[in-house]
T-cell receptor, first 114, second 118 residues
Framework: AQSVTQLDSHVSVSEGTPVLLRCNYS??????LFWYVQHPNKGLQLLLK??????LVKGINGFEAEFKKSETSFHLTKPSAHMSDAAEYFC????????????FGKGTRLHILP | NAGVMQNPRHLVRRRGQEARLRCSPM?????VYWYRQLPEEGLKFMVY????????ESGMPKERFSAEFPKEGPSILRIQQVVRGDSAAYFC????????????????FGQGTRLTVV
């Protein structure tokens, strides 16, 4: 069975400090993995995606994520948080199988402290 | 290529009325997903459809809710006899089908329909 686990429902960091949002997945098939961001009262925007190319993926707004197959993880990081990063972040897996269903994690709300 | 179009953006219904939410996927996309987001909560999967087929409706309430994605036209999420608890943002996403083995592309989201039941 396919699943996505975002280990933290809330993360708080100070402005200018690193951000780490954790995501673990379970998939019987080689998956594609994504991170989306949702700002308050807005739609969802794709931050970055992994599709079996380079394991370190760079996205928009300085975010990046590393695919680690041995750890079944796809954690999202940013070296220095900005106030505008405050939002909800979703880790998403799309397994390579007939079902082809996209699966969302429950989300992590990122708070940026001044 | 226009993005995923949802309409209306805002919908107000009185208790007991019907709500119809429309989603036009991106051109060439045959997969549609509907999600509900209650105030201050995360996205909750409702239903996954491909053209003329419901693939997974495990997130749909058993009563009053239905979804379709006909061969022609938009996908429709229908809520009958709405109640106050149905007030939420409803998001639609679309994606293309499996293509070869080059990895899948992401889902593209609409801006959502915000349903208010008064």
């Amino acid at each position: 069975a396919q699943s996505v686990t975002q280990l933290d429902s809330h993360v708080s960091v100070s402005e200018g400090t690193p951000v780490l949002l954790r995501c673990n997945y379970s998939s019987s098939y080689s998956p594609s993995l994504f991170w989306y961001v949702q700002h308050p009262n807005k739609g969802l925007q794709l931050l970055l995606k992994y599709t079996s190319a380079a394991t370190l993926v760079k996205g928009i707004n300085g975010f990046e994520a590393e695919f680690k197959k041995s750890e079944t993880s796809f954690h999202l990081t940013k070296p220095s948080a900005h106030m505008s990063d405050a939002a909800e972040y979703f880790c998403v897996v799309r397994p390579m199988n007939r079902d082809d269903k996209i699966i969302f994690g429950k989300g992590t709300r990122l708070h940026i402290l001044p | 290529n226009a993005g995923v179009m949802q309409n209306p953006r805002h919908l107000v219904r009185r208790r007991g009325q019907e709500a119809r939410l429309r989603c036009s996927p991106m051109k060439g996309h045959s997969h549609v997903y509907w999600y509900r987001q209650l105030p201050e909560e995360g996205l909750k999967f409702m239903v996954y459809l491909q053209k003329e087929n419901i693939i997974d409706e495990s997130g749909m309430p058993k009563e009053r809710f239905s979804a379709e994605f006909p061969k022609e036209g938009p996908s429709i999420l229908r809520i009958q006899q709405v109640v106050r608890g149905d007030s939420a943002a409803y998001f639609c996403a679309s994606s293309p089908p499996v293509v070869g083995t080059g990895g899948y592309t992401e889902a593209f989201f609409g801006q959502g329909t915000r349903l208010t039941v008064v």
